[in-house]
Each structure stands twice: as C-alpha cells, then as structure tokens.
C-alpha cells in the first residue's frame, strides 16, 4: 500500500520521485477523465488535445467512404473466430503448423479492435485530417499477424529496392558516381496507403514475392497467403458503439501491414515503373517513401507517363501519388554536401 502519494517504493526498493505536485497529478487526471477532450499523440509528434466532437467528425467522415469500410449489424467475432480455428485445424493436419504454432494462432477471449486517429496537425492545425489506427492488442487477429510478420520478415529485408533504416539510405546514396549533370533527386509518396491495397493484388503480390523469394522458409505459400487473407477479410473492429470491417487495405496496427504493404509496393514498382523508366538510374523505397534519380531531361516526360500509367493500371485502387521534386535541387549539390558531413 502506498502511503505517500509523491513517492513509490520500486522493486529494488530505491524510493522514486514523482515530478508533479499532487495539484498538478489531480489535474492531470481530470484531463484524462473529461469526456469533452480527447488527447493524442500528433502524427509527427507532440501531443494534442481535441475537442471530442471534432475528433469524432472526422472518424465519422472517414468510416462513410463505402470503398473502405462496412457498417455491421453486430459484433462478428465469434463468427470469424470459428473461421480462423477452422484455418489453424487445416494447417495442423497438412503438418503446415505445429501444435505450439496452432496454439499461438488461436485466442480464446480476444479483445475487440478499436478504432481513434491520431491528429496531423502539420497540414491542419484547426481540423487536423486524422490517421486512421486500429488499436487489436489482445485481438482475434494479433497473433495471426505477428506469425506472418515472422515468416516474411526476411524475405523484405531481402528485396533489392527496399531500405531498412537511414544509415542503409546514406550508404547507397553515397555509393553513387555522378557522370553527368542532369541528375535530380526526387521522392514519391502513396497517400493513405495502408487503406487502399486492394486485397485481390495484394494477396497474388504476397504470393509472388514469397515464391520468387530463396530466403522464405516458411509454411507453403499458399497456406500462408490463406492466413493472410484472413487478416485482411476478418478486419474489424468498434467505434463507440457501432462495429465495422474493412474491406480495402489493411489496418495501421496490424502487425505484418508494413512488410505486407513493402511486398505489395515492390511488386508495383517491378511491374509499372523500372520495367518501363530506362532514365531511372537508383530506386529505393525507404518506406513509405519512394527515393528516385531521374535523368533532368525526362523529367517532366516521366511525370506525364508515370501518373497516366498508375491511373490506367491502378484506378481501382484510388491510389493517389505526390511528387516532390526537391525543389529542383541538382542532386550533385547533395551528394557535395554529404561528402563533406
């Protein structure tokens, strides 16, 4: 039992001091408790408090896009947890998965998923447009997640064009030889795209990628992608009273959707842009950004085909796309400055 509210007795028995008087942790927790409020973390950083009401709004508005997301009568998770044990069994007798492994896949009293944004106060500080993060710690779908997560984790640290952190981005960069000057460095973006993966393209670029892959070892690809399309099927999750799935996309939160969304990215790429760009000379995803080196000259030539391409190819998806020309910096003034840290 703590008697003294400023300090705690910690298990090596050390006493530790609260920063805040006890003004100020009552304060604190009338915040938390006001229904009125809601606090989050920015987007880029920093913490926010929002007027609720606004907050829900925005929900709202995202929820109504049909092309994304399914208003349900009711909670399916005991419907999609009889499919899920149904999918584990089948592993178990194909000896796809061990007992250990079925064991994991399976939770008997999963959590339901809840839905909240957080705030991108850097394109809007008054109505900020919220991320959309599906909160399934404990959920149907967690575990499902982490073990496909698992068994393709080497497979995308593997894929040629992908960058697995910043000292891996300056390594490349600088491994560049510049012979001419025409050279300028741009950055692509895909807007909202843990949303907008279509499942169908999604699951064949999974299938294709791990197929293609010499370091998956992991159960068969297909069995594999089964359990994927799970994910992907099964997604729902609450806001206040109302449930929902997800029919596009998967959720931010889910375990294996940044390696999913990698997989997918690089299929795209190989298909629509470096079998088709001979004036690219460097591309590499450090994720969700897309690094490029284009010749100047075909520049605008490449901007004209590139955006028509992705709306002839991809206008299902509603896949949008931002090019950032780096102010038209010449990218040998980078590469200078570098040489120069």
């Known amino acids: 039992m703590i008697k003294n509210s400023d300090s705690i007795q910690t298990p090596n028995h050390q006493k530790r001091r609260f920063n805040l008087t006890k003004d100020e942790n009552h304060a604190l927790k009338d915040l938390a408790n006001d229904p009125n409020i809601v606090i989050r973390p920015a987007d880029k950083g920093g913490i926010v408090v929002q007027n609720y009401q606004v907050y829900r709004l925005e929900i709202l508005q995202q929820l109504s896009d049909v092309s994304t997301y399914r208003k349900l009568p009711g909670d399916p998770g005991k419907t999609f947890s009889k499919k899920i044990a149904m999918l584990v069994e089948e592993g178990l007798l194909a000896v796809f998965l061990n007992e250990n492994v079925a064991k994991f896949l399976q939770i008997q009293y999963p959590r339901i998923p809840v839905l909240y944004t957080i705030p991108k106060i850097h394109k809007d500080l008054h109505r900020p447009p919220g991320r959309p993060i599906v909160s399934a710690r404990g959920g149907l779908l967690e575990p499902i997640?982490?073990?496909?997560?698992?068994?393709?984790?080497?497979?995308?640290?593997?894929?040629?064009?992908?960058?697995?952190?910043?000292?891996?981005?300056?390594?490349?960069?600088?491994?560049?030889?510049?012979?001419?000057?025409?050279?300028?460095?741009?950055?692509?973006?895909?807007?909202?795209?843990?949303?907008?993966?279509?499942?169908?393209?999604?699951?064949?670029?999974?299938?294709?990628?791990?197929?293609?892959?010499?370091?998956?070892?992991?159960?068969?690809?297909?069995?594999?992608?089964?359990?994927?399309?799970?994910?992907?099927?099964?997604?729902?999750?609450?806001?206040?009273?109302?449930?929902?799935?997800?029919?596009?996309?998967?959720?931010?939160?889910?375990?294996?959707?940044?390696?999913?969304?990698?997989?997918?990215?690089?299929?795209?790429?190989?298909?629509?842009?470096?079998?088709?760009?001979?004036?690219?000379?460097?591309?590499?995803?450090?994720?969700?950004?897309?690094?490029?080196?284009?010749?100047?000259?075909?520049?605008?030539?490449?901007?004209?085909?590139?955006?028509?391409?992705?709306?002839?190819?991809?206008?299902?998806?509603?896949?949008?796309?931002?090019?950032?020309?780096?102010?038209?910096?010449?990218?040998?003034?980078?590469?200078?400055?570098?040489?120069?840290?």
């Open 145 to 341: 997640g982490k073990y496909i997560d698992q068994c393709c984790k080497t497979t995308v640290l593997a894929l040629p064009t992908c960058l697995k952190d910043t000292n891996q981005f300056l390594e490349k960069i600088s491994e560049i030889q510049l012979l001419e000057k025409e050279i300028i460095l741009a950055t692509l973006d895909v807007k909202n795209l843990y949303t907008i993966i279509p499942h169908q393209q999604g699951i064949e670029a999974f299938k294709r990628t791990l197929l293609a892959s010499s370091q998956y070892t992991g159960p068969p690809v297909e069995y594999l992608s089964e359990l994927l399309r799970a994910t992907l099927e099964y997604n729902y999750f609450r806001f206040e009273k109302q449930f929902f799935l997800q029919i596009a996309g998967t959720a931010m939160g889910a375990s294996m959707a940044p390696a999913y969304a990698n997989i997918f990215m690089f299929q795209f790429e190989q298909d629509c842009v470096l079998s088709k760009s001979f004036f690219i000379f460097f591309f590499h995803i450090f994720f969700p950004l897309f690094f490029l080196y284009f010749h100047f000259s075909f520049t605008f030539i490449y901007l004209f085909f590139f955006n028509t391409l992705c709306f002839l190819k991809h206008k299902h998806s509603h896949t949008l796309y931002t090019f950032i020309l780096g102010s038209f910096i010449i990218i040998r003034m980078i590469f200078n400055t570098m040489q120069t840290i």
